[in-house]
C-alpha cells in the first residue's frame, strides 16, 4: 500500500492509502501532492470533534482568503464509495465536495467517529493517519499544509 507524509505547521502525519477501495481519488491525491499543489495550502475549516479540512488553493492567497473553500485543482472526480473502507472514523481521510461527484483537491481528516457516520459512503475515504493521529487535534484553523511527501512502496 502508498503513504503519504502530511507535513505541517504542528508536526508529520504518515497516512496509509486506501489503494484497493479508491484507486481513482488516491492516484488524483498523489498526483496533485507530487506536483507541490498542496504546498502552502490552509486548513481552512476545523470543527472540533468533528474535521480539519484543507486542499483550496485559494487559502494559499491572502487575496483570495475569503473565497477558501470554494477552490479546486480546475476539475472534478468522481465518488468511490462501494469499498470496504467506507467508513468515517478517527483520522480517516476523505474527499470533501459540494455533491456527488464534485470533488477535486478538499479533502478532511476526521477527528472521531462520534459525529461522521452521516458521509459514510457519501463521501470518498482513500486514506487513514497511521502515525501522529493526534496532530489532527492540534490542527487549527490557518495552520498550514508545509508539503506532502508520496511514498510508493
Given at each position: 500500500?502508498?503513504?503519504?507524509?502530511?507535513?505541517?505547521?504542528?508536526?508529520?502525519?504518515?497516512?496509509?492509502?486506501?489503494?484497493q477501495?479508491?484507486?481513482?481519488?488516491?492516484?488524483?491525491?498523489?498526483?496533485?501532492a507530487?506536483?507541490?499543489?498542496?504546498?502552502?495550502?490552509?486548513?481552512?475549516?476545523?470543527?472540533?470533534?468533528?474535521?480539519?479540512?484543507?486542499?483550496?488553493?485559494?487559502?494559499?492567497?491572502?487575496?483570495?482568503?475569503?473565497?477558501a473553500?470554494?477552490?479546486?485543482?480546475?476539475?472534478?472526480?468522481?465518488?468511490?464509495?462501494?469499498?470496504?473502507?467506507?467508513?468515517?472514523?478517527?483520522?480517516v481521510?476523505?474527499?470533501?465536495?459540494?455533491?456527488?461527484?464534485?470533488?477535486?483537491?478538499?479533502?478532511?481528516?476526521?477527528?472521531?467517529?462520534?459525529?461522521?457516520?452521516?458521509?459514510?459512503?457519501?463521501?470518498?475515504?482513500?486514506?487513514?493517519?497511521?502515525?501522529?493521529?493526534?496532530?489532527?487535534?492540534?490542527?487549527?484553523?490557518?495552520?498550514?499544509?508545509?508539503?506532502?511527501?508520496?511514498?510508493?512502496?
Open positions: 500500500m502508498s503513504k503519504a507524509i502530511i507535513k505541517t505547521d504542528k508536526g508529520n502525519m504518515t497516512v496509509q492509502f486506501y489503494d477501495d479508491a484507486p481513482n481519488t488516491v492516484a488524483n491525491f498523489k498526483k496533485l507530487s506536483e507541490g499543489f498542496y504546498d502552502g495550502i490552509t486548513f481552512h475549516r476545523v470543527i472540533a470533534d468533528f474535521v480539519i479540512q484543507g486542499g483550496c488553493p485559494n487559502s494559499k492567497d491572502p487575496a483570495k482568503a475569503h473565497l473553500g470554494t477552490g479546486g485543482p480546475g476539475y472534478k472526480i468522481d465518488c468511490e464509495l462501494t469499498g470496504e473502507n467506507q467508513f468515517h472514523d478517527r483520522g481521510l476523505s474527499m470533501a465536495h459540494a455533491g456527488r461527484n464534485t470533488g477535486g483537491s478538499q479533502f478532511f481528516v476526521c477527528h472521531s467517529r462520534t459525529n461522521t457516520a452521516h458521509l459514510d459512503r457519501n463521501h470518498t475515504c482513500f486514506g487513514k493517519v497511521i502515525e501522529n493521529v493526534d496532530i489532527v487535534d492540534d490542527i487549527k484553523q490557518g495552520d498550514k499544509i508545509i508539503g506532502i511527501e508520496v511514498i510508493e512502496d
